[in-house]
């Protein structure tokens, strides 16, 4: 029973630094902060890309933060973040105006800690979750606090 309080509260923590950071940049992205303005016109995806990658990250915020969509609102934070840590290895740099990379580590940040979620909610992921179930003899699921599965 401890292994599955363990995995919960280790999920929920991790769960609410991602919200938590997607939806602390969402202000400069819907505000047109100068910062965010310059990324997105370095990637020739402005106002659009801005505004939808803004839209994207609420969705992952509110997915993450709800018990039966986490899993969902953790791939879809993936997906973001991929995206923005590319963008960064490949046409922003890793310090974006003199930030000391400090997005760039945002990003990396929220990335693990959607993949850690993944992980400890592996069984509760859409399609494929299943295999993992019977393949890995998993302790607990983490759907409700401390409910063991085996």
Same mark, same amino acid.
């Given at each position: ?58 969705? #992952? $915020? &509110? ?5 039966? %969509?986490?899993?969902? *609102? @953790? ?57 993992? #179930? $019977? &393949? ?5 699921? %983490?759907?409700?606090? *401390? @409910?063991?599965?085996?």
């Amino acid at each position: 029973m401890t292994t599955c309080k363990t995995h919960s509260t280790i999920s929920w923590i991790l769960q609410i630094i991602a919200a938590a950071i997607l939806l602390q940049t969402l202000f400069f992205k819907f505000t047109g902060a100068e910062e965010s303005v310059y990324i997105f016109r370095t990637l020739g995806v402005e106002p659009w890309g801005r505004i939808g990658s803004g839209v994207m990250e609420l969705i #992952a $915020s &509110a997915l993450l933060l709800i018990p039966g %969509t986490v899993t969902w *609102g @953790a791939l879809l934070s993936l997906g973001v973040m991929s995206g923005a840590i590319f963008s960064h290895l490949t046409k922003l740099g890793i310090i974006v105006q003199n930030d000391g990379g400090l997005l760039f580590a945002l990003a990396v940040t929220v990335f693990g800690c959607s993949a850690l979620v993944l992980f400890f909610r592996r069984e509760q992921i859409p399609f494929i979750g299943s295999r993992f #179930a $019977s &393949a890995t003899g998993t302790v607990c699921a %983490t759907t409700h606090v *401390g @409910a063991c599965n085996r």
